[in-house]
């Protein structure tokens, strides 16, 4: 067997193998064919048991799933994502100008740049997992290097996306202001306009049924009338509607011009009733790189209120705007027991969306790692792809389970290694320093006996991207732990890289679900909502050359996801209350498979752990994974 080429200056070595443990390798590799059991039609996914050292446990790992591990690296990353993430060169190289340069020329831009951010990302990590990387490339014949991607991307992927996007809607106009004309204070006087704070709660309350809606608009190259859409509740008014009024506002030179709308509803809202405001506009150029040529659009924001008679403050009711069917859920996470549950036993359940790219069902695999002789590691198991050392949901046999969604955030270590380097930003280069989720929660299976635990675990790490984690174990004790990179490196006083979620009746908690006795995340930050330090965008203007256009700011005001994580979030709170006391494993699948919580595109995976009894119920395999029949596996249950 020739040696794969890693990363390091010469070939990595592979750890030798020990003569009986070898004999006993070489038999299970001859005696198994790739461990498939009979699925539906349509439906593609294995259970792996590996057992051994973690080389020997990554050597068969490959041999095993050898096609599906190269057809997933080809169809996910050589057909899929490379491409995509090429398209984002010209706004990171309008940035960081090094990427303009010929080594990241002809296409070869998104693989130079997960490559170095993968060999930063590896630099972190204990050599159990870099030679259980090496095992796979070994039996499936792919580079170490690819390898090394393959277990990386979806991290670094993730931070480039924040940058990128901010980049993005950082071109595009931003809202200001609002004011709702009509409403008028105590003394019968006109409320003044107030600057705008998205957030997981109302803006207003009580607002009179005849009053109009005021937002000024902002941006430096002027915002265009005519790309104007606003959604009141269900009523869409499209550009150049009567009911919108635009003009143009005086502003001084060198400030963002702005443009104030004002719009007039067709006839008195509804009374005692939640409305939601959806903005979407343009600014006045055209970008034509990439092509075709488009506007540059803002993010869409929403404005949540109330209308007289409601009864209820503005941090009493949830921004969760309209759910009218557009909206692709992201990725949604629940954890119950005692009163919430049939027999009080703790149940967690996941669905994970991201990116299926017509490829990852076809390598979905419940992969169990067995412990060698005076390991005291419990067996472990998560559920994950072929070629992965590593899932977004698993669970150890110690009744740990847990669930990860990614959190969209600029505190990542793509920008704690950036930060330091913008004084000098002809040669910035994107690393990425830090431990990858899944990686991170595998050493949470195999040292945490709870969840606290757990915690403290997340806590000793450096992460690469933002996630949100759900964590149950088989005594109870339900947490969420928001994750970021903890970029400031300058004095703050904002919370920890990992905060655990306190549980306590959150404004955006549906009517009652928000008990001891319930936990659930979607991808936006409940606890930690301040995630930059405010000194951070100071800081950056500062370094920054002028004309660079970046947003370093909070979650809720950068982030793409912001808005349709409410929703998926407040939806799955009225569940929760709606089926209270009468949760169990299966109203835990129907909940999964509930169309509010499914992205019938990227669906990747459906998991209930049960963590007192060992079990884990997956559906996976199919484009939506909950489309799948559900399938079980009992810790306990060796497997061959």
Not at 201 to 208: G, M, Q
Request: net charge negative; with cysteine.
């Amino acid at each position: 067997m020739t040696a794969s080429r890693s990363v390091y200056a010469q070939p990595r070595p592979r750890p030798a193998l020990a003569p009986r443990r070898l004999a006993a390798l070489v038999t299970l590799l001859a005696l198994s064919a790739p461990a498939c059991t009979e699925q539906p039609v349509g439906v593609y996914r294995e259970t792996i048991h590996l057992r051994g050292t973690p080389y020997e446990r990554g050597l068969d790992h490959g041999k095993r799933l050898r096609p599906r591990v190269r057809a997933f690296y080809t169809k996910l990353l050589d057909t899929a994502l490379l491409p995509n993430l090429n398209r984002e060169q010209p706004s990171i190289s309008g940035f960081l100008t090094r990427y303009a340069g010929p080594t990241y020329a002809d296409g070869q831009f998104s693989y130079r740049v997960l490559l170095e951010m993968a060999q930063s990302v590896e630099s972190q990590l204990p050599d159990r997992y870099k030679d259980e990387m090496q095992g796979i490339a070994d039996g499936s014949g792919l580079t170490y290097e690819q390898v090394l991607i393959l277990n990386t991307f979806p991290d670094t992927v993730l931070a480039v996306r924040s940058i990128a996007a901010t980049l993005r809607y950082s071109r595009g106009p931003r809202v200001l202001r609002w004011q709702f004309i009509g409403w008028k204070d105590g003394k019968g006087e006109q409320r003044k306009e107030q600057d705008y704070d998205p957030g997981p709660t109302a803006l207003a309350a009580e607002i009179p049924t005849d009053a109009k809606l005021r937002i000024v608009l902002a941006d430096p190259e002027g915002v265009a009338p005519e790309t104007v859409r606003l959604q009141l509740d269900t009523r869409v008014y499209e550009p150049g509607d009567p009911a919108i009024v635009t003009q143009a506002l005086p502003t001084k030179d060198g400030e963002p011009k702005e443009l104030e709308v004002v719009l007039t509803p067709n006839g008195p809202m509804p009374a005692a009733a939640v409305q939601s405001l959806i903005i979407q506009a343009a600014d006045t150029t055209i970008a034509d790189d990439p092509l075709p040529a488009h506007p540059r659009f803002g993010r869409e924001e929403t404005i949540t209120f109330s209308t007289v008679g409601y009864g209820k403050t503005a941090a009493e009711i949830p921004n969760i705007g309209v759910d009218d069917g557009r909206t692709r859920p992201p990725p949604v996470a629940f954890a119950v027991k005692g009163k919430a549950t049939v027999d009080g036993a703790p149940i967690l359940a996941q669905h994970f969306a991201l990116l299926d790219a017509g490829a990852a069902h076809e390598a979905t695999t419940l992969f169990v790692h067995h412990p060698v002789a005076g390991d005291t590691a419990p067996a472990h198991a998560y559920v994950s792809w072929a070629g992965l050392t590593w899932g977004f949901s698993g669970m150890s046999q110690a009744g740990v389970a847990w669930g990860c969604n990614f959190s969209d955030t600029l505190d990542t270590a793509i920008l704690k290694d950036l930060i330091p380097q913008l004084s000098k930003i002809e040669n910035a280069q994107l690393t990425s320093t830090g431990w990858p989720i899944g990686l991170a929660m595998r050493e949470v299976s195999r040292g945490a006996k709870g969840s606290d635990e757990a915690i403290a675990t997340l806590a000793g790490l450096q992460h690469v991207n933002g996630w949100n984690c759900v964590i149950a174990d088989k005594a109870g004790a339900l947490r969420v732990a928001e994750i970021d990179a903890e970029t400031e490196p300058i004095p703050n006083d904002i919370p920890q890289a990992v905060t655990p979620v306190k549980w306590n009746g959150t404004p955006e908690s549906s009517p009652a679900s928000d008990t001891p006795d319930d936990i659930r995340a979607s991808v936006h930050y409940v606890q930690k909502v301040q995630d930059v330090d405010p000194a951070l965008p100071v800081l950056a203007a500062a370094l920054l050359p002028p004309g660079v256009p970046i947003r370093v700011d909070m979650q809720r005001v950068v982030s793409s996801y912001f808005f349709k994580s409410l929703l998926a979030f407040n939806n799955l709170g009225r569940v929760i209350t709606e089926r209270y006391g009468k949760i169990d494993v299966a109203a835990a699948q129907e909940i999964l498979a509930d169309k509010r919580f499914v992205d019938f595109s990227d669906s990747m995976n459906a998991v209930v752990f049960e963590p007192a009894s060992g079990r884990i119920h997956h559906a996976m395999g199919a484009v939506p994974a909950t489309d799948a029949p559900w399938q079980t596996f009992t810790f306990g249950d060796g497997g061959p």
